[in-house]
Structures are given as structure tokens and as C-alpha cells.
């Protein structure tokens, strides 16, 4: 006989303290232990493992940190075999985030519907290989443009074909210097919507660094556009680089919501 969602959800949070004792049982935590409880479909194996799936969907940043040791890190011996570099690895870590903890399905995290059947490390295994395989065979993140940016923008219908030239080399040379987490961190806020809050819990971090880092990782696309734009049209004045520059600080937001989806799948 399966227990009652009171019992189960008592059971899940004994397990957690036990298992997890650095991660804190807010009130907000408890809720979803709650929630989960009276929606599981198939009898829990390992409480632990839903407790510390639901803090890390709940934003816990120390969940996150216990996640990746325990799960995400173990399992990244099996990439040995695709001799990732280390901006190929931060992509793949970042992809295997977003699968696992942004992406729905059935109105819940992918996480959620492997977490407390004992499987949730193959499913990090399988996922984090899938990912490599994808990052191997798609585009690769840095190659970014800015064909998507909005057509109806009446600034760029009226710009020349040399102008949009310039701006879609400027740009794609300039997010070339990104690194690798600068990139997965515009992804993540611009095409997924995850907001600064859930990118810390992701990375572990306090949500006040994760905005720092988004603000950097814009600034330094911005600064990357104005080298890439001095060397690319010496000729250009003063005034016409500065207007360039404005015209993509205007539109930067737009035109990563666009264009870093391609490199997203």
C-alpha cells in the first residue's frame, strides 16, 4: 500500500535533512515537498534524491552545488571520449542545466520525473553525453550573427548594404571573444527567459553575482563590438562608430533574444 502524500512528504523531508544537511528546509522547500507528494505517480525509491531535485528546482544555490558534485561531475568521465576543450565543456554543463532544470514537460522540470526512482545519475549520464554529441554535431556556440535582427526595425531597413555587412562581421567576431560562460549566461537569460534568481541557484552562486556576471558578459560583448568595428573600418569617424555602437546597444537584447536560439538546440 503506498503512503499517504502527508507520510510521503514527511518521508522525503527526514531524507533530505539526513542526506542533504547543508541544504535548509525553507517553508517554500516544504511546499514543494508537499505539492510533489500529492502528485507522485510511481512509489518513491530514494526520498533524498526528490528532495534534492525539488531545492534545486526551488532555487536553492547549495542544492545545486550537492547536485553537481554528486551527480553532474561523477558523471563527465564518460565525455572522455569526445576530447571536449574547456569551452566546449562549459557549454555542454550549461546545456545538460537547461535540459534538466528549465525545459518542461508535463507542466514540471525533466528533473522531477526521473528524481527518487534511483535513476536521476544515469539520466545526468545520458543527458551530459547526448549534449556532446549535439555540441558536435550543430553549429558552434561562438559562431553567432545578427541575420534575426528584427526586419521591421525600420533603422536597419534603411541601412546600406555595407553598413549591415559591417554589423553582422562586427558581431559575429566580437561574440567569438565571448567565453564560454558568457555565452551560456546570455543564452539562458535571453532566449530561455531564466531570470537572475535561477541562474544562481543553477551555478551555485548568490543572485547578486549572477547579475553581476550577465552585465559583464554584456559589457563585454558591447566592448568586443567597438574593437571589432576600429578594425574592421578604420575609416569610419568618430561619430559613425559611436553611432554603430548605439544603434547595437539598442538592439542587443533583441537581436541575442534571436540569434543566440540557433546556437541554443
Known amino acids: 500500500m503506498s503512503p499517504s502524500p502527508d507520510a510521503l512528504a514527511q518521508t522525503i523531508a527526514a531524507a533530505g535533512r539526513r542526506d542533504w544537511p547543508g541544504v535548509e528546509l525553507s517553508p517554500r522547500l516544504e511546499q514543494a515537498i508537499a505539492r510533489h507528494a500529492r502528485a507522485a505517480a510511481h512509489p518513491v525509491v530514494d526520498p533524498g534524491e526528490v528532495f534534492l531535485a525539488l ?151 548568490h543572485r547578486a553575482t549572477a547579475v553581476r556576471w550577465l552585465e559583464s558578459a554584456r559589457l563585454h560583448l558591447l566592448q568586443h563590438l567597438s574593437r571589432e568595428l576600429r578594425a574592421l573600418a578604420p575609416a569610419l569617424s568618430p561619430a559613425q562608430r559611436e553611432q554603430l555602437e548605439a544603434w547595437f546597444d539598442t538592439h542587443l537584447e533583441l537581436s541575442l533574444s534571436r540569434v543566440l536560439a540557433t546556437s541554443s538546440n
Open 55 to 205: 531545492a534545486c528546482v526551488e532555487g536553492s544555490a547549495a542544492a545545486m552545488r550537492l547536485f553537481e558534485r554528486r551527480y553532474l561531475a561523477s558523471a563527465e568521465p564518460a565525455l572522455a571520449i569526445h576530447r571536449l576543450a574547456p569551452d566546449e565543456l562549459v557549454e555542454v554543463r550549461q546545456r545538460v542545466r537547461i535540459r534538466l532544470f528549465v525545459q518542461q514537460r508535463d507542466g514540471l522540470p525533466v528533473v522531477l520525473h526521473y528524481a527518487g526512482q534511483g535513476r536521476l545519475g544515469g539520466l545526468v549520464r545520458v543527458v551530459l553525453v547526448r549534449e556532446a554529441m549535439r555540441l558536435r554535431t550543430t553549429a558552434a556556440p561562438a559562431e553567432l550573427t545578427i541575420e534575426a535582427i528584427d526586419p521591421r526595425d525600420p533603422e536597419l531597413a534603411l541601412a546600406d548594404d555595407e553598413r549591415q555587412a559591417l554589423s553582422k562581421q562586427a558581431f559575429e567576431r566580437a561574440a567569438a571573444r565571448l567565453s564560454g560562460r558568457e555565452r551560456c549566461l546570455l543564452r539562458l537569460h535571453y532566449v530561455r527567459n531564466v531570470s537572475g534568481t535561477a541562474i544562481a541557484a543553477m551555478y551555485g552562486v
